[in-house]
């Protein structure tokens, strides 16, 4: 039971990530981001992180979504690059060596296949509930915990300055 | 009960796919767009290893996986918009000099 839904899940994944690198109007893509975050959250969930999930939906399919939609609407980007390239081999070059790193990571894959791969030998449900994960993000994780909210300041500022020197460039 | 192979295989892909994108694709937003799917594909494989071994931490890894994401998506999205601004344009070729 849990393979079907983990292979529907996987397929909406896979379709989501390739309709999103295909499609000529940006807003579709965002949308098909949209399709992969959510069926990845899902398998969050299919993995026993039931955390994880709140977190993916709310801050990947959530904000940043709206963030991408928002820049996207708010430039008028969606409208389709042109298909000319300044380079020719750039795109069957790219192809090629995206394929040659999922070939090489495929091979590591086979090579190295080993206990580490398969599945649990005596699964359980709780071992990252949310309040194992609190617990842990407030007494091991605490001075990386900490360092987040500096990072989040950080870009905070950061953004606020670039909104600020263009304003002074244009007035 | 999923192998945890199938997890790592999915993640795989998806990060190919996102490789692609950035290669390929020229709309910067489009880049970017990619550049979040690998994030994420990394972070499945990182779930997959924590059910795999029965531990949070890697699902605490995946938490500030996610933070830094979403601040570097912020960081971004200003920096794209500034040079929108700018220049008139999203597209990379386009974007090719140092200064503003």
Known sequence: ?171 | MVPTSYYVLLSAALFAIGVVGVLTRRNALIVFMSVEMMLNSANLALVAFAQRWQSANGQILVFFVITVAAAEVAVGLALLVTIFRAKRTTDIDEINTLRG
């Open chain 1, 1 to 171: 039971m849990e393979l079907v839904v983990f292979t529907i899940t996987a397929l909406v994944a896979l379709v989501g990530a390739v309709a999103m690198l295909l499609s000529k109007n940006a807003v579709h893509s965002a949308l098909f981001m949209l399709l992969n975050f959510s069926s990845i959250a899902v398998l969050y969930l299919l993995l026993r992180a039931p955390f994880l999930f709140a977190v993916q939906l709310i801050v990947y399919a959530g904000a940043i979504i709206v963030l991408f939609l928002f820049v996207v609407m708010l430039l008028g980007a969606e409208r389709a690059e042109d298909d000319r390239d300044r380079i020719a081999w750039q795109r069957p070059l790219a192809i090629l060596m995206a394929a040659l790193l999922l070939g090489e990571a495929l091979y590591v894959f086979f090579a190295r296949a080993n206990t580490s791969l398969a599945s649990p030998a005596t699964p359980t449900e709780d071992f990252a509930t949310p309040v194992k994960i609190g617990e842990a993000l407030f007494s091991t994780y605490l001075l990386p915990f900490e360092i987040t909210s500096v990072i989040l300041l950080a870009a905070l500022v950061g953004v606020v300055v670039l909104h600020q020197h263009r304003q002074a460039a244009e007035s």
